[in-house]
Protein backbone atom coordinates (compact mmCIF):
# COMPACT_ATOMS: atom_id res chain seq x y z
CA UNK A 1 0.00 0.00 0.00
CA UNK A 2 1.31 2.95 -0.98
CA UNK A 3 2.32 5.64 1.79
CA UNK A 4 0.72 9.39 1.99
CA UNK A 5 3.62 11.79 1.06
CA UNK A 6 3.82 14.67 4.06
CA UNK A 7 2.60 18.39 2.96
CA UNK A 8 4.76 20.78 4.43
CA UNK A 9 2.88 22.92 7.15
CA UNK A 10 2.27 26.13 5.30
CA UNK A 11 3.13 29.74 7.44
CA UNK A 12 2.61 33.29 5.90
CA UNK A 13 5.08 34.87 4.23
CA UNK A 14 6.42 37.29 7.07
CA UNK A 15 6.48 34.78 9.16
CA UNK A 16 10.20 33.76 10.10
CA UNK A 17 11.41 30.14 9.39
CA UNK A 18 11.58 27.67 12.82
CA UNK A 19 14.89 28.60 14.85
CA UNK A 20 17.62 26.11 14.17
CA UNK A 21 17.88 23.46 17.49
CA UNK A 22 20.39 24.59 19.88
CA UNK A 23 22.48 21.95 21.87
CA UNK A 24 20.90 21.73 25.61
CA UNK A 25 22.59 24.73 27.52
CA UNK A 26 24.60 23.55 30.45
CA UNK A 27 23.93 24.41 34.21
CA UNK A 28 24.68 24.02 37.76
CA UNK A 29 28.35 24.81 38.95
CA UNK A 30 30.38 24.25 36.64
CA UNK A 31 28.40 27.00 34.12
CA UNK A 32 28.33 29.16 36.94
CA UNK A 33 32.47 28.97 37.57
CA UNK A 34 32.98 28.79 34.07
CA UNK A 35 30.80 32.25 33.83
CA UNK A 36 32.95 33.96 36.46
CA UNK A 37 36.18 33.69 34.34
CA UNK A 38 34.48 35.42 31.11
CA UNK A 39 36.40 38.86 30.34
CA UNK A 40 33.81 40.69 32.05
CA UNK A 41 32.54 39.20 35.32
CA UNK A 42 36.15 38.54 35.68
CA UNK A 43 37.64 41.81 35.65
CA UNK A 44 34.64 43.15 38.21
CA UNK A 45 35.62 39.90 40.48
CA UNK A 46 39.47 39.96 40.27
CA UNK A 47 40.34 43.75 40.79
CA UNK A 48 38.67 42.88 44.83
CA UNK A 49 40.26 39.85 45.27
CA UNK A 50 43.89 41.24 43.86
CA UNK A 51 43.20 44.54 46.48
CA UNK A 52 42.02 43.11 49.21
CA UNK A 53 45.27 40.94 49.52
CA UNK A 54 47.93 43.84 48.73
CA UNK A 55 45.92 45.58 51.59
CA UNK A 56 45.69 43.18 54.07
CA UNK A 57 49.68 42.38 53.22
CA UNK A 58 50.35 45.91 53.65
CA UNK A 59 48.35 46.88 56.80
CA UNK A 60 50.49 45.41 59.37
CA UNK A 61 53.50 46.99 57.86
CA UNK A 62 51.83 50.30 58.61
CA UNK A 63 54.57 51.63 60.85
CA UNK A 64 51.72 54.42 62.95
CA UNK A 65 54.08 55.06 65.89
CA UNK A 66 56.35 57.93 65.84
CA UNK A 67 54.76 59.71 62.66
CA UNK A 68 56.44 62.36 61.29
CA UNK A 69 55.28 65.64 59.15
CA UNK A 70 53.46 64.04 56.54
CA UNK A 71 51.23 61.36 58.89
CA UNK A 72 51.00 58.54 57.43
CA UNK A 73 51.13 58.65 53.93
CA UNK A 74 55.30 58.30 53.98
CA UNK A 75 54.39 55.19 56.35
CA UNK A 76 51.51 53.68 53.90
CA UNK A 77 53.48 50.54 52.51
CA UNK A 78 53.59 51.19 48.16
CA UNK A 79 50.93 47.82 48.33
CA UNK A 80 48.56 50.16 50.04
CA UNK A 81 48.40 52.46 47.04
CA UNK A 82 48.46 49.92 44.62
CA UNK A 83 45.58 48.66 46.11
CA UNK A 84 43.80 51.20 46.26
CA UNK A 85 44.83 52.01 42.25
CA UNK A 86 43.24 48.22 41.46
CA UNK A 87 40.06 49.01 43.32
CA UNK A 88 39.69 52.16 41.30
CA UNK A 89 40.21 50.12 38.23
CA UNK A 90 37.60 47.77 39.51
CA UNK A 91 35.19 50.23 39.81
CA UNK A 92 35.71 51.73 36.21
CA UNK A 93 35.34 48.26 34.42
CA UNK A 94 32.25 47.45 36.59
CA UNK A 95 30.90 50.46 35.82
CA UNK A 96 30.14 49.16 32.35
CA UNK A 97 27.71 46.82 33.57
CA UNK A 98 25.92 48.89 36.19
CA UNK A 99 23.12 48.57 34.53
CA UNK A 100 22.35 45.18 34.60
CA UNK A 101 24.91 44.08 37.42
CA UNK A 102 24.91 47.04 39.95
CA UNK A 103 26.45 44.88 42.77
CA UNK A 104 29.75 44.48 41.29
CA UNK A 105 29.80 48.62 41.96
CA UNK A 106 28.42 48.59 45.27
CA UNK A 107 30.90 45.72 46.45
CA UNK A 108 33.53 47.83 44.66
CA UNK A 109 32.27 51.54 46.97
CA UNK A 110 32.04 48.81 49.94
CA UNK A 111 35.53 48.40 49.59
CA UNK A 112 37.13 51.81 49.01
CA UNK A 113 35.12 52.61 52.13
CA UNK A 114 36.87 50.02 54.21
CA UNK A 115 39.86 50.39 52.51
CA UNK A 116 40.32 53.66 53.17
CA UNK A 117 38.94 54.30 56.92
CA UNK A 118 39.70 51.28 58.58
CA UNK A 119 43.16 51.21 59.04
CA UNK A 120 43.18 53.14 62.32
CA UNK A 121 40.40 51.03 63.52
CA UNK A 122 42.45 48.02 62.86
CA UNK A 123 46.19 49.17 63.83
CA UNK A 124 45.64 51.63 66.78
CA UNK A 125 45.77 51.05 70.77
CA UNK A 126 43.82 54.05 71.25
CA UNK A 127 41.14 56.33 70.36
CA UNK A 128 41.74 58.01 66.99
CA UNK A 129 40.93 61.94 67.62
CA UNK A 130 41.81 63.64 70.42
CA UNK A 131 37.51 65.16 70.23
CA UNK A 132 36.65 61.87 70.38
CA UNK A 133 38.09 60.92 73.71
CA UNK A 134 35.75 64.75 74.55
CA UNK A 135 32.95 62.35 73.38
CA UNK A 136 34.14 58.89 74.94
CA UNK A 137 34.10 60.93 78.66
CA UNK A 138 30.42 62.80 78.08
CA UNK A 139 29.02 59.17 77.53
CA UNK A 140 31.06 57.51 80.88
CA UNK A 141 29.82 60.15 82.93
CA UNK A 142 25.78 59.98 81.39
CA UNK A 143 26.61 56.16 82.31
CA UNK A 144 27.76 56.97 86.16
CA UNK A 145 25.06 59.62 86.66
CA UNK A 146 22.31 58.56 84.55
CA UNK A 147 21.32 61.75 84.04
CA UNK A 148 22.35 65.23 82.17
CA UNK A 149 21.97 68.66 83.73
CA UNK A 150 21.33 71.35 80.88
CA UNK A 151 21.24 74.45 82.87
CA UNK A 152 24.82 73.43 84.64
CA UNK A 153 27.60 75.82 83.79
CA UNK A 154 30.94 73.56 82.25
CA UNK A 155 34.29 74.87 81.05
CA UNK A 156 35.51 74.39 77.66
CA UNK A 157 31.63 74.84 75.82
CA UNK A 158 30.90 71.09 77.51
CA UNK A 159 27.46 72.50 78.92
CA UNK A 160 26.01 72.18 74.86
CA UNK A 161 26.77 67.98 75.52
CA UNK A 162 24.15 68.62 78.64
CA UNK A 163 21.92 70.53 76.33
CA UNK A 164 21.76 68.37 73.12
CA UNK A 165 22.65 64.80 74.80
CA UNK A 166 20.39 61.98 72.44
CA UNK A 167 23.59 60.99 70.60
CA UNK A 168 25.54 60.56 73.78
CA UNK A 169 22.33 58.74 75.11
CA UNK A 170 21.86 56.53 72.75
CA UNK A 171 25.78 55.50 72.82
CA UNK A 172 25.15 54.94 76.89
CA UNK A 173 22.12 52.40 76.21
CA UNK A 174 24.67 50.53 73.64
CA UNK A 175 27.11 50.33 76.00
CA UNK A 176 25.19 48.47 78.48
CA UNK A 177 23.31 46.79 76.45
CA UNK A 178 26.01 44.92 75.06
CA UNK A 179 28.34 44.79 78.53
CA UNK A 180 31.05 46.61 77.33
CA UNK A 181 33.48 48.85 79.09
CA UNK A 182 32.56 51.84 77.33
CA UNK A 183 32.31 53.36 74.31
CA UNK A 184 36.13 53.50 73.27
CA UNK A 185 36.50 50.20 71.93
CA UNK A 186 34.05 51.11 69.24
CA UNK A 187 35.22 54.51 68.72
CA UNK A 188 37.38 53.80 65.85
CA UNK A 189 34.99 52.13 63.92
CA UNK A 190 32.78 55.02 63.42
CA UNK A 191 33.99 56.44 60.03
CA UNK A 192 33.29 52.67 58.75
CA UNK A 193 29.48 52.27 60.21
CA UNK A 194 28.87 55.78 59.50
CA UNK A 195 29.74 55.18 55.27
CA UNK A 196 27.89 51.87 55.18
CA UNK A 197 24.33 53.17 56.52
CA UNK A 198 25.09 56.47 54.19
CA UNK A 199 25.64 54.11 51.03
CA UNK A 200 21.62 52.97 50.24
CA UNK A 201 20.78 56.68 51.48
CA UNK A 202 22.54 58.09 48.87
CA UNK A 203 21.79 55.90 46.29
CA UNK A 204 17.82 56.32 47.23
CA UNK A 205 18.56 59.76 47.01
CA UNK A 206 20.42 59.52 43.34
CA UNK A 207 17.87 56.90 41.96
CA UNK A 208 15.41 59.51 42.09
CA UNK A 209 16.69 61.90 39.74
CA UNK A 210 18.39 59.44 37.45
CA UNK A 211 17.76 56.00 36.21
CA UNK A 212 21.68 55.78 35.41
CA UNK A 213 23.12 53.71 37.45
CA UNK A 214 26.78 54.29 36.04
CA UNK A 215 25.82 57.96 37.21
CA UNK A 216 24.65 56.85 40.42
CA UNK A 217 27.68 54.70 41.63
CA UNK A 218 30.04 57.14 40.11
CA UNK A 219 28.26 59.72 42.50
CA UNK A 220 28.65 57.42 45.73
CA UNK A 221 31.98 56.85 44.68
CA UNK A 222 33.23 61.18 44.52
CA UNK A 223 31.12 61.48 48.06
CA UNK A 224 33.70 58.93 49.71
CA UNK A 225 36.57 59.96 47.97
CA UNK A 226 35.25 64.09 48.82
CA UNK A 227 34.08 63.15 52.76
CA UNK A 228 37.56 64.18 53.94
CA UNK A 229 36.53 66.65 56.35
CA UNK A 230 36.75 64.44 59.38
CA UNK A 231 32.99 64.85 60.64
CA UNK A 232 32.04 61.16 60.54
CA UNK A 233 34.01 60.34 63.59
CA UNK A 234 32.09 59.21 66.83
CA UNK A 235 30.15 62.18 67.47
CA UNK A 236 26.67 64.04 67.21
CA UNK A 237 27.50 65.48 64.14
CA UNK A 238 27.90 61.98 61.80
CA UNK A 239 24.93 60.64 63.91
CA UNK A 240 23.08 63.78 62.75
CA UNK A 241 24.15 64.42 59.21
CA UNK A 242 23.12 60.08 58.85
CA UNK A 243 19.51 61.36 59.93
CA UNK A 244 19.70 64.46 58.07
CA UNK A 245 20.30 62.76 54.86
CA UNK A 246 17.81 60.34 55.63
CA UNK A 247 15.23 62.91 56.16
CA UNK A 248 15.80 65.15 52.48
CA UNK A 249 15.50 61.04 51.29
CA UNK A 250 11.65 60.63 52.22
CA UNK A 251 11.14 64.26 51.38
CA UNK A 252 12.22 64.24 47.80
CA UNK A 253 10.49 60.42 47.52
CA UNK A 254 7.41 60.98 48.71
CA UNK A 255 6.93 64.40 49.03
CA UNK A 256 5.36 65.24 45.47
CA UNK A 257 2.56 68.39 45.29
CA UNK A 258 0.23 66.88 42.95
CA UNK A 259 0.30 68.24 39.32
CA UNK A 260 3.80 69.44 39.23
CA UNK A 261 4.76 66.00 38.65
CA UNK A 262 2.65 66.01 35.53
CA UNK A 263 3.95 69.28 34.06
CA UNK A 264 7.47 67.31 34.60
CA UNK A 265 6.44 64.73 32.09
CA UNK A 266 5.00 66.40 29.85
CA UNK A 267 8.30 69.15 29.05
CA UNK A 268 10.42 67.66 26.72
CA UNK A 269 13.65 68.87 28.00
CA UNK A 270 14.41 66.72 30.86
CA UNK A 271 18.00 64.88 30.36
CA UNK A 272 17.10 61.33 28.93
CA UNK A 273 18.99 60.10 32.04
CA UNK A 274 16.70 61.40 34.16
CA UNK A 275 14.73 58.64 36.21
CA UNK A 276 11.10 58.91 36.21
CA UNK A 277 9.52 61.50 38.32
CA UNK A 278 7.95 60.09 41.77
CA UNK A 279 4.42 60.21 41.73
CA UNK A 280 2.43 63.14 43.60
CA UNK A 281 1.43 62.73 47.38
CA UNK A 282 -1.92 63.41 48.18
CA UNK A 283 -2.30 65.50 51.41
CA UNK A 284 -3.42 62.15 53.66
CA UNK A 285 -0.12 60.40 52.34
CA UNK A 286 2.02 63.55 53.34
CA UNK A 287 0.58 64.24 56.43
CA UNK A 288 1.44 60.61 57.32
CA UNK A 289 5.24 60.62 55.99
CA UNK A 290 5.46 64.27 58.68
CA UNK A 291 4.19 62.00 61.69
CA UNK A 292 6.99 59.14 60.74
CA UNK A 293 9.58 62.04 60.10
CA UNK A 294 8.99 63.73 63.41
CA UNK A 295 10.53 61.68 65.29
CA UNK A 296 13.52 61.58 62.93
CA UNK A 297 13.99 65.33 63.14
CA UNK A 298 13.36 65.42 66.82
CA UNK A 299 15.80 62.97 66.93
CA UNK A 300 18.04 65.61 64.86
CA UNK A 301 17.46 68.37 67.48
CA UNK A 302 18.31 66.55 70.07
CA UNK A 303 21.22 65.78 69.29
CA UNK A 304 23.09 68.75 67.47
CA UNK A 305 22.66 71.92 67.36
CA UNK A 306 23.21 73.03 64.09
CA UNK A 307 22.06 70.31 61.98
CA UNK A 308 18.63 71.25 62.61
CA UNK A 309 19.14 74.73 60.93
CA UNK A 310 20.90 73.47 58.05
CA UNK A 311 17.49 71.01 57.49
CA UNK A 312 15.41 73.93 57.98
CA UNK A 313 17.39 75.65 55.43
CA UNK A 314 17.50 73.09 52.96
CA UNK A 315 13.85 72.80 53.40
CA UNK A 316 12.98 76.14 52.70
CA UNK A 317 15.00 75.98 49.81
CA UNK A 318 13.44 73.07 48.22
CA UNK A 319 9.93 75.26 48.60
CA UNK A 320 11.47 77.52 45.81
CA UNK A 321 10.51 74.55 43.54
CA UNK A 322 6.38 74.07 43.13
CA UNK A 323 7.42 69.73 43.27
CA UNK A 324 8.53 70.38 47.28
CA UNK A 325 6.92 73.06 48.16
CA UNK A 326 5.85 71.80 51.53
CA UNK A 327 4.72 74.46 54.11
CA UNK A 328 3.69 72.28 56.73
CA UNK A 329 6.96 69.95 57.12
CA UNK A 330 9.06 73.08 57.30
CA UNK A 331 6.76 74.36 60.15
CA UNK A 332 6.52 71.22 62.29
CA UNK A 333 10.73 70.98 61.77
CA UNK A 334 10.72 74.42 62.82
CA UNK A 335 8.77 74.20 65.52
CA UNK A 336 11.05 71.15 66.84
CA UNK A 337 13.62 73.32 66.63
CA UNK A 338 12.19 76.59 67.98
CA UNK A 339 10.95 74.16 71.49
CA UNK A 340 14.25 72.05 71.79
CA UNK A 341 16.35 75.50 71.54
CA UNK A 342 14.00 76.92 74.10
CA UNK A 343 13.75 74.31 76.54
CA UNK A 344 16.83 71.96 76.60
CA UNK A 345 19.30 74.23 74.84
CA UNK A 346 18.09 77.25 75.96
CA UNK A 347 21.12 78.19 77.90
CA UNK A 348 23.38 77.86 74.56
CA UNK A 349 20.91 78.93 72.67
CA UNK A 350 20.70 82.23 73.80
CA UNK A 351 24.00 82.88 74.41
CA UNK A 352 24.35 82.16 70.54
CA UNK A 353 22.14 84.85 69.70
CA UNK A 354 23.79 87.40 71.89
CA UNK A 355 27.03 86.83 70.22
CA UNK A 356 25.27 87.02 66.24
CA UNK A 357 26.39 91.02 66.77
CA UNK A 358 29.73 90.44 66.42
CA UNK A 359 29.72 87.57 63.51
CA UNK A 360 26.90 88.72 61.54
CA UNK A 361 27.93 89.84 58.17
CA UNK A 362 31.66 88.73 58.67
CA UNK A 363 31.46 86.70 55.64
CA UNK A 364 35.60 86.39 55.41
CA UNK A 365 35.71 85.35 59.46
CA UNK A 366 32.76 83.56 59.46
CA UNK A 367 34.48 81.30 56.36
CA UNK A 368 37.73 81.18 58.17
CA UNK A 369 39.28 77.72 59.08
CA UNK A 370 40.43 76.94 62.61
CA UNK A 371 40.57 79.73 65.40
CA UNK A 372 43.74 81.48 64.56
CA UNK A 373 46.60 81.10 62.75
CA UNK A 374 47.68 79.33 59.79
CA UNK A 375 48.83 75.68 59.44
CA UNK A 376 52.86 75.10 59.59
CA UNK A 377 55.00 72.40 58.51
CA UNK A 378 55.27 70.53 55.69
CA UNK A 379 52.43 68.23 56.56
CA UNK A 380 49.65 70.37 57.73
CA UNK A 381 50.91 72.95 54.76
CA UNK A 382 50.17 69.82 52.31
CA UNK A 383 46.94 69.39 53.39
CA UNK A 384 45.76 73.06 53.27
CA UNK A 385 46.65 72.87 49.43
CA UNK A 386 45.27 69.41 49.17
CA UNK A 387 41.81 70.96 51.16
CA UNK A 388 41.97 73.52 48.63
CA UNK A 389 42.41 71.89 45.50
CA UNK A 390 40.05 68.90 46.53
CA UNK A 391 37.04 71.95 46.65
CA UNK A 392 38.21 73.73 43.28
CA UNK A 393 37.82 70.54 41.48
CA UNK A 394 34.77 69.43 42.88
CA UNK A 395 33.14 72.78 42.10
CA UNK A 396 34.57 73.30 39.07
CA UNK A 397 32.92 69.19 37.42
CA UNK A 398 29.71 70.41 39.45
CA UNK A 399 29.40 73.84 37.89
CA UNK A 400 30.05 72.07 34.46
CA UNK A 401 27.79 69.85 34.79
CA UNK A 402 25.46 72.74 35.66
CA UNK A 403 25.98 74.59 32.18
CA UNK A 404 26.39 71.55 30.00
CA UNK A 405 23.58 69.04 31.12
CA UNK A 406 20.76 71.95 32.04
CA UNK A 407 18.27 69.34 31.00
CA UNK A 408 19.53 66.99 34.42
CA UNK A 409 20.14 70.61 36.41
CA UNK A 410 16.29 71.03 35.67
CA UNK A 411 14.97 67.74 36.35
CA UNK A 412 17.73 67.31 39.55
CA UNK A 413 17.24 70.88 40.62
CA UNK A 414 16.56 69.97 44.32
CA UNK A 415 19.89 68.45 44.52
CA UNK A 416 21.14 71.88 43.31
CA UNK A 417 19.55 73.60 45.60
CA UNK A 418 20.67 71.28 48.87
CA UNK A 419 23.94 71.84 48.33
CA UNK A 420 23.25 76.04 47.81
CA UNK A 421 21.03 76.07 50.79
CA UNK A 422 24.05 75.72 53.93
CA UNK A 423 25.82 79.02 52.42
CA UNK A 424 24.32 81.57 53.81
CA UNK A 425 24.97 80.55 56.91
CA UNK A 426 28.31 82.03 56.27
CA UNK A 427 26.75 85.23 56.98
CA UNK A 428 25.85 84.61 60.16
CA UNK A 429 28.02 83.02 62.79
CA UNK A 430 31.86 80.90 62.63
CA UNK A 431 30.91 78.20 64.53
CA UNK A 432 33.95 78.01 66.29
CA UNK A 433 36.11 78.17 63.38
CA UNK A 434 34.26 74.82 61.66
CA UNK A 435 31.20 76.68 59.34
CA UNK A 436 33.19 76.47 56.51
CA UNK A 437 33.85 72.55 56.96
CA UNK A 438 30.08 71.92 58.06
CA UNK A 439 28.87 73.91 54.80
CA UNK A 440 31.19 71.68 52.65
CA UNK A 441 30.08 69.02 54.20
CA UNK A 442 26.30 69.49 54.00
CA UNK A 443 26.69 70.52 49.93
CA UNK A 444 28.60 67.41 49.54
CA UNK A 445 25.66 65.16 48.06
CA UNK A 446 24.35 67.56 45.50
CA UNK A 447 28.04 68.69 44.71
CA UNK A 448 29.24 65.00 44.19
CA UNK A 449 25.97 64.36 42.17
CA UNK A 450 26.65 66.98 39.47
CA UNK A 451 30.91 65.99 39.50
CA UNK A 452 29.57 62.68 38.88
CA UNK A 453 27.49 63.63 36.12
CA UNK A 454 30.00 66.19 34.23
CA UNK A 455 31.94 62.55 34.09
CA UNK A 456 29.39 60.16 33.02
CA UNK A 457 28.01 61.19 29.49
CA UNK A 458 24.46 60.61 28.95
CA UNK A 459 23.43 57.17 27.64
CA UNK A 460 21.50 58.91 24.86
CA UNK A 461 22.09 61.28 22.17
CA UNK A 462 23.05 61.69 18.33
CA UNK A 463 26.05 58.81 17.00
CA UNK A 464 28.63 61.99 16.66
CA UNK A 465 27.64 64.00 19.83
CA UNK A 466 27.44 60.61 22.05
CA UNK A 467 30.51 59.23 20.86
CA UNK A 468 32.01 62.30 21.67
CA UNK A 469 31.28 62.24 25.08
CA UNK A 470 31.77 58.52 25.29
CA UNK A 471 35.56 59.30 24.29
CA UNK A 472 36.55 62.09 26.09
CA UNK A 473 34.38 60.49 29.76
CA UNK A 474 36.93 57.47 29.35
CA UNK A 475 39.58 59.58 29.40
CA UNK A 476 38.11 62.20 32.14
CA UNK A 477 36.52 59.81 34.57
CA UNK A 478 39.95 58.08 35.61
CA UNK A 479 41.95 60.79 35.62
CA UNK A 480 39.40 62.93 38.13
CA UNK A 481 39.08 59.66 40.37
CA UNK A 482 42.68 59.43 40.73
CA UNK A 483 43.09 63.20 41.44
CA UNK A 484 40.25 63.00 44.06
CA UNK A 485 41.96 60.04 45.39
CA UNK A 486 45.08 61.46 45.30
CA UNK A 487 43.97 64.56 47.03
CA UNK A 488 41.21 62.36 49.91
CA UNK A 489 44.69 60.98 51.29
CA UNK A 490 46.65 63.80 52.37
CA UNK A 491 43.16 65.40 53.21
CA UNK A 492 42.63 62.76 55.74
CA UNK A 493 45.88 61.07 56.83
CA UNK A 494 48.32 64.08 56.64
CA UNK A 495 47.73 65.55 59.82
CA UNK A 496 48.14 62.25 61.45
CA UNK A 497 50.39 62.79 63.84
CA UNK A 498 47.91 65.51 65.30
CA UNK A 499 45.01 62.58 65.78
CA UNK A 500 47.45 59.95 67.32
CA UNK A 501 48.97 59.21 70.59
CA UNK A 502 49.87 56.29 72.66
CA UNK A 503 48.10 54.76 75.49
CA UNK A 504 50.90 55.78 77.96
CA UNK A 505 50.83 59.55 77.24
CA UNK A 506 47.06 59.60 78.19
CA UNK A 507 47.42 57.60 81.13
CA UNK A 508 49.81 60.89 81.85
CA UNK A 509 46.86 62.69 81.25
CA UNK A 510 44.68 61.02 83.73
CA UNK A 511 46.97 60.79 86.48
CA UNK A 512 47.28 64.64 86.26
CA UNK A 513 44.08 65.08 86.37
CA UNK A 514 43.15 62.58 89.45
CA UNK A 515 45.98 63.73 91.59
CA UNK A 516 44.94 67.23 91.29
CA UNK A 517 41.67 68.34 94.22
CA UNK A 518 38.17 68.43 92.55
CA UNK A 519 37.61 72.54 91.45
CA UNK A 520 41.11 73.27 90.14
CA UNK A 521 42.08 74.82 87.37
CA UNK A 522 43.87 72.79 84.38
CA UNK A 523 46.04 75.12 81.79
CA UNK A 524 47.12 73.42 78.73
CA UNK A 525 47.95 74.83 75.65
CA UNK A 526 44.85 73.40 73.53
CA UNK A 527 42.41 71.00 74.09
CA UNK A 528 43.60 69.02 71.25
CA UNK A 529 45.07 66.02 72.99
CA UNK A 530 43.89 62.43 74.33
CA UNK A 531 42.13 62.28 77.85
CA UNK A 532 41.80 66.52 77.74
CA UNK A 533 38.77 66.08 79.06
CA UNK A 534 38.81 63.32 81.77
CA UNK A 535 36.08 64.20 84.26
CA UNK A 536 35.80 67.33 82.62
CA UNK A 537 32.36 67.97 85.13
CA UNK A 538 35.07 68.38 88.37
CA UNK A 539 37.79 70.60 86.68
CA UNK A 540 38.26 74.08 84.97
CA UNK A 541 39.77 74.07 81.88
CA UNK A 542 42.50 77.21 80.11
CA UNK A 543 43.53 76.18 76.99
CA UNK A 544 45.72 79.07 76.68
CA UNK A 545 47.10 78.98 72.96
CA UNK A 546 43.49 79.02 71.65
CA UNK A 547 43.42 82.88 70.97
CA UNK A 548 44.92 85.25 68.27
CA UNK A 549 48.68 84.34 67.68
CA UNK A 550 49.98 88.15 68.16
CA UNK A 551 48.61 87.62 71.63
CA UNK A 552 50.28 83.71 72.30
CA UNK A 553 53.72 85.79 70.63
CA UNK A 554 52.88 88.17 73.74
CA UNK A 555 52.69 84.96 76.27
CA UNK A 556 56.16 83.30 74.72
CA UNK A 557 57.96 86.61 76.06
CA UNK A 558 57.48 85.65 79.28
CA UNK A 559 55.21 82.32 79.75
CA UNK A 560 55.28 81.65 83.77
CA UNK A 561 54.45 85.18 83.80
CA UNK A 562 51.60 85.03 81.60
CA UNK A 563 49.87 82.33 82.81
CA UNK A 564 50.17 82.66 86.87
CA UNK A 565 48.46 86.38 86.04
CA UNK A 566 45.49 84.24 85.20
CA UNK A 567 45.22 82.18 87.97
CA UNK A 568 43.23 83.27 90.94
CA UNK A 569 45.71 83.06 93.94
CA UNK A 570 43.05 80.94 95.80
CA UNK A 571 43.13 78.41 93.04
CA UNK A 572 44.77 74.78 92.65
CA UNK A 573 46.67 74.61 89.02
CA UNK A 574 48.37 72.72 86.91
CA UNK A 575 49.96 72.69 83.88
CA UNK A 576 49.72 69.90 81.40
CA UNK A 577 52.20 69.65 78.25
CA UNK A 578 52.05 66.51 76.23
CA UNK A 579 53.82 65.31 72.70
CA UNK A 580 50.63 65.75 70.95
CA UNK A 581 50.15 69.17 71.90
CA UNK A 582 53.17 70.10 70.51
CA UNK A 583 52.30 69.10 67.15
CA UNK A 584 48.75 70.50 67.73
CA UNK A 585 49.95 73.81 68.17
CA UNK A 586 52.43 73.90 65.34
CA UNK A 587 49.85 72.17 62.84
CA UNK A 588 47.51 75.03 63.82
CA UNK A 589 49.54 77.82 63.62
CA UNK A 590 49.14 78.75 67.44
CA UNK A 591 52.73 78.68 68.51
CA UNK A 592 55.67 79.93 65.69
CA UNK A 593 58.27 76.67 65.16
CA UNK A 594 60.04 75.64 68.07
CA UNK A 595 57.72 77.88 70.67
CA UNK A 596 56.17 75.34 72.52
CA UNK A 597 59.44 73.69 73.40
CA UNK A 598 60.79 77.14 74.53
CA UNK A 599 57.26 77.69 76.49
CA UNK A 600 58.11 73.97 78.55
CA UNK A 601 61.33 74.75 79.10
CA UNK A 602 60.57 78.26 80.69
CA UNK A 603 57.80 76.70 82.61
CA UNK A 604 60.40 74.49 84.38
CA UNK A 605 62.73 76.93 85.00
CA UNK A 606 60.29 79.12 86.63
CA UNK A 607 59.94 79.44 90.71
CA UNK A 608 56.40 79.82 89.85
CA UNK A 609 56.35 76.40 88.84
CA UNK A 610 57.34 72.94 90.60
CA UNK A 611 57.57 70.00 88.28
CA UNK A 612 54.99 66.92 89.38
CA UNK A 613 55.72 64.65 86.43
CA UNK A 614 58.17 64.63 83.55
CA UNK A 615 58.41 61.64 80.87
CA UNK A 616 58.85 61.78 76.97
CA UNK A 617 55.37 61.18 77.12
CA UNK A 618 54.76 64.89 78.96
CA UNK A 619 55.30 67.30 81.37
CA UNK A 620 52.84 68.15 84.52
CA UNK A 621 53.29 70.98 86.81
CA UNK A 622 52.13 72.38 89.94
CA UNK A 623 51.38 76.32 90.14
CA UNK A 624 53.38 77.51 93.08
CA UNK A 625 51.53 81.12 95.01
CA UNK A 626 53.96 83.84 95.65
CA UNK A 627 54.71 84.44 99.18
CA UNK A 628 52.93 87.49 98.47
CA UNK A 629 49.97 85.75 97.01
CA UNK A 630 49.82 82.89 99.78
CA UNK A 631 49.57 86.04 102.76
Not at 8 to 23: G, T
Not at 35 to 56: D, E, I, K, N
Request: with cysteine; proline share 9%; glycine share 8%.
Amino acid sequence: MQQPVPVPELRPAHEPPPAAPQPPRRTGPGRTAAGLFRPQPLFSWLPLVVAAALWSWSLPRIDFHGMGDFGLLDRFPLAYYAALAVLTAGFLAGLRRAGTAPWWPLAHCVALLVALKAPPALLYDSVRYPWASKHDAVIDRLLAEGTVHPTVELSGGMSAYDQWPGFFSLNAALVRAFGTEGAAGYTNWAPVAFGLLLIPVLVLIYRTFTDDWRLVWTAVWIFQLANWVGQDYLSPQGFAYLLFLTVFTVVVRHFVRPGSARRLRDRSYLDPAAASVPPPTGLRQRAVCVVVLAPLIAAVNASHQLTPVMLVMTLSALCLTRRYRNLGLLAVTGVIMLVWDLTMGRVLFLETLGSLRETAGDLLGNSRAGFAGEPTGPGPELVGDANILMVLVLGGLAGAAVLLRRALTRSALPLLLAAAAPVPLFAVNDYGGEMLFRVYLFGLPGTAFFAAAALVPAATGTGRARLLARRTGAVALPVALIALLAGFLPSYYGKEAMQYAPPVETALVERAYDRAPEGALILATTGSFPGAYHRYDRYERWFFTEQEVPENLRMLKDPAGYLAAGIPDDRPAYVILTPAQDRATAGEGYLPPGGFARLREALKASPRFRVVEESEHGLVLEHVPTPEAAR
